[in-house]
């Protein structure tokens, strides 16, 4: 089976979160399943610097007002198509915002752009390949089916996955003839929302099937809570959602291999993370004693939580741990972050700003991680918690609620519990969680049992890609 995968990030080129790190990872693990995936992706400086020796598959002298190229090649593993359109990428910044961190006022061209491309490729313009399938990503390239619906494209089966339905690629009206879709595209049934134009409302709206990362996730997103104004779309194609949660790419997270962890271990090795922690300690300017370090490595936002681990940092403290947190984002909560590291030297430490080595050794040196996000599709961080012996403490929602079984009595009973849970999600509760975590850790065999029982969960790809696949085979079989 051949699949166009369509994203606007992809590990290891480009990545501002848990997106890329699927769209990197799921097409290889796919492979096991005979699936040959090409992966479309815009061109952007960082993409375009480090590939190597890329074939001219397609020109486009007007995609959407500019000329576009698109470009083959292998890059670790992955069978990429780059689009290459220097006008819509090739400028300062990330992805999405500018050096002043502002949404490009142009994005909404960008991404359609990307779709109408995808689209094409949809259609057979790519000379000797056509796809089976086209899985689409978030609201980037969720117009690709919305283009494919109504552009004379052959009828070909299309998965959109929802990674965060908070982020829904919505715009004024006045886009609307630059998109240069037929005007009954814009209705009701098609990209129309609520007087404006919903770019992920419109994948939605078209798409054969849809995912989420996670099955609570889907669950959530019917609901006004978590739906974010969309669950009455959701709730009409109920039929055809559903959740398949996210894995990780564990050759790359592997304690036993990790080139940047000072110390490799296992399961039975976990007295060797005692170098690892020494060297969080040296980097974080900690005391080297024994109190337990409690770590985060998140975007420092509302929708992570992070304001209530700076309003309980103190406490943290007080109950006799040490705090160390890794991120960037919202001015006031890194600030607020930063003058809790300055009220307790040596017992919190602040590093502000995208570092993975850093993240890979705070899995492998601190004792637990802290995860008190508001909502979560599905998180990736509490998985790489579990793979490295990084105890999880998690918000009872989403993707967390359904990869971290909670340390209760029954579940140490039965010697199955892999993390902490908790609910509400609120200082309070936050705090008992930590509590309950200081409590667990002061019994060492309680505490390696639950480091133990995380590492042998299976965080890998392979039952997700299996999933994916029979979806894939499904649609193709019934040839929508």
Same mark, same amino acid.
């Given at each position: 089976?051949?699949?166009?995968?369509?994203?606007?990030?992809?590990?290891?080129?480009?990545?501002?979160?848990?997106?890329?790190?699927?769209?990197?990872?799921?097409?290889?693990?796919?492979?096991?399943?005979?699936?040959?995936?090409?992966?479309?992706?815009?061109?952007?400086?960082?993409?375009?610097? !480090?590939?190597?020796?890329?074939?001219?598959?397609?020109?486009?002298?007007?995609?959407?007002?500019?000329?576009?190229?698109?470009?083959?090649?292998?890059?670790?593993?992955?069978?990429?198509?780059?689009?290459?359109?220097?006008?819509?990428?090739?400028?300062?910044?990330?992805?999405?915002?500018?050096?002043?961190?502002?949404?490009?006022?142009?994005?909404?061209?960008?991404?359609?752009?990307?779709?109408?491309?995808?689209?094409?490729?949809?259609?057979?313009?790519?000379?000797? +390949? *056509?796809?089976?399938?086209? &899985?689409?990503?978030?609201?980037?390239?969720?117009?690709?089916?919305?283009?494919? #619906?109504?552009?004379?494209?052959?009828?070909?089966?299309?998965?959109?996955?929802?990674? %965060?339905?908070? $982020?829904?690629?919505? $715009?004024? #009206?006045?886009?609307?003839?630059?998109?240069? @879709?037929? /005007?009954? /595209?814009?209705?009701?049934?098609?990209?129309?929302?609520?007087?404006?134009?919903?770019?992920?409302?419109?994948?939605?709206?078209? /798409?054969?099937?849809?995912?989420?990362?996670?099955?609570?996730?889907?669950?959530?997103?019917?609901?006004?809570?978590?739906?974010?104004? @969309?669950?009455?779309?959701?709730?009409?194609?109920?039929?055809?959602?559903?959740?398949?949660? %996210?894995?990780?790419?564990?050759?790359? +997270?592997?304690?036993?291999?990790?080139?940047?962890?000072?110390?490799?271990?296992?399961?039975?090795?976990?007295?060797?993370?005692?170098?690892? #922690?020494?060297?969080? /300690?040296? $980097?974080? &300017?900690?005391? %080297?004693?024994?109190?337990?370090?409690?770590?985060?490595?998140?975007?420092?936002?509302?929708?992570?939580?992070?304001?209530?681990?700076?309003?309980?940092?103190?406490?943290?403290?007080?109950?006799?741990?040490?705090?160390?947190?890794?991120?960037?984002?919202?001015?006031?909560?890194?600030?607020?972050?930063?003058?809790?590291?300055?009220?307790?030297?040596?017992?919190?430490?602040?590093?502000?700003?995208?570092?993975?080595?850093?993240? &890979?050794?705070?899995?492998?040196?601190?004792?637990?991680?802290?995860?008190?996000?508001?909502?979560?599709?599905?998180?990736?961080?509490?998985?790489?918690?579990?793979?490295?012996?990084? !105890?999880?403490?998690?918000?009872?929602?989403?993707?967390?609620?359904?990869?971290?079984?909670?340390?209760?009595?029954?579940?140490?009973?039965? =010697?199955?519990?892999?993390?902490?849970?908790?609910?509400?999600?609120?200082?309070?509760?936050?705090? *008992?969680?930590?509590?309950?975590?200081? &409590?667990?850790?002061?019994?060492?065999?309680? +505490?390696?049992?639950? *480091? =133990? *029982?995380?590492?042998?969960?299976?965080?890998?790809?392979? =039952?997700?890609?299996? #999933?994916?696949?029979?979806?894939?085979?499904?649609?193709?079989?019934?040839?929508?």
């Amino acid at each position: 089976m051949k699949v166009l995968s369509v994203s606007s990030e992809v590990f290891p080129l480009i990545k501002t979160g848990g997106l890329a790190d699927v769209s990197g990872a799921l097409p290889i693990a796919l492979n096991a399943f005979g699936i040959e995936t090409k992966t479309l992706l815009p061109g952007y400086p960082a993409v375009m610097k !480090v590939i190597r020796d890329p074939v001219v598959r397609l020109e486009f002298p007007d995609l959407l007002g500019e000329r576009a190229t698109v470009l083959e090649v292998q890059h670790e593993g992955l069978d990429l198509l780059v689009l290459d359109a220097p006008a819509y990428y090739d400028r300062p910044g990330g992805p999405y915002l500018d050096p002043l961190g502002k949404d490009f006022p142009d994005n909404w061209r960008r991404f359609a752009a990307l779709s109408l491309a995808a689209s094409e490729i949809a259609a057979g313009l790519l000379p000797g +390949w *056509q796809p089976d399938l086209v &899985h689409t990503h978030d609201w980037q390239a969720a117009l690709t089916s919305v283009y494919m #619906r109504y552009y004379p494209t052959p009828e070909l089966p299309s998965v959109l996955t929802i990674h %965060n339905i908070a $982020f829904q690629g919505q $715009f004024g #009206r006045e886009i609307f003839p630059g998109l240069r @879709l037929p /005007a009954h /595209a814009f209705a009701l049934d098609g990209i129309e929302y609520y007087g404006t134009i919903g770019f992920l409302k419109g994948g939605l709206q078209t /798409a054969h099937a849809v995912t989420t990362v996670s099955p609570s996730y889907a669950d959530e997103i019917l609901t006004p809570e978590f739906g974010m104004g @969309l669950e009455g779309v959701i709730a009409s194609r109920i039929d055809n959602l559903s959740g398949i949660v %996210n894995g990780i790419d564990t050759d790359i +997270w592997n304690p036993a291999t990790d080139p940047v962890v000072h110390t490799h271990y296992g399961p039975t090795t976990l007295k060797n993370r005692e170098e690892n #922690r020494r060297s969080i /300690a040296e $980097f974080f &300017h900690l005391d %080297n004693d024994d109190a337990p370090i409690f770590c985060v490595i998140s975007r420092l936002t509302w929708q992570k939580g992070m304001d209530l681990v700076a309003n309980v940092a103190d406490e943290i403290v007080a109950m006799g741990g040490k705090l160390v947190v890794l991120g960037s984002g919202e001015a006031a909560l890194e600030g607020a972050l930063l003058a809790s590291a300055t009220r307790h030297p040596g017992r919190i430490g602040v590093s502000i700003g995208y570092n993975e080595p850093m993240s &890979h050794l705070m899995q492998a040196g601190c004792d637990a991680i802290i995860i008190p996000s508001r909502f979560e599709p599905c998180g990736l961080t509490q998985l790489y918690g579990l793979r490295y012996g990084c !105890v999880p403490i998690v918000a009872r929602t989403g993707g967390l609620n359904d990869t971290v079984i909670d340390a209760n009595h029954a579940a140490l009973a039965a =010697k199955v519990a892999t993390g902490i849970q908790f609910a509400p999600i609120t200082e309070a509760g936050m705090l *008992q969680a930590i509590r309950r975590a200081m &409590h667990l850790y002061a019994d060492r065999k309680l +505490w390696t049992q639950l *480091q =133990k *029982q995380g590492m042998k969960s299976d965080v890998s790809w392979e =039952k997700s890609a299996e #999933r994916y696949a029979a979806l894939y085979s499904s649609l193709v079989s019934k040839g929508m």
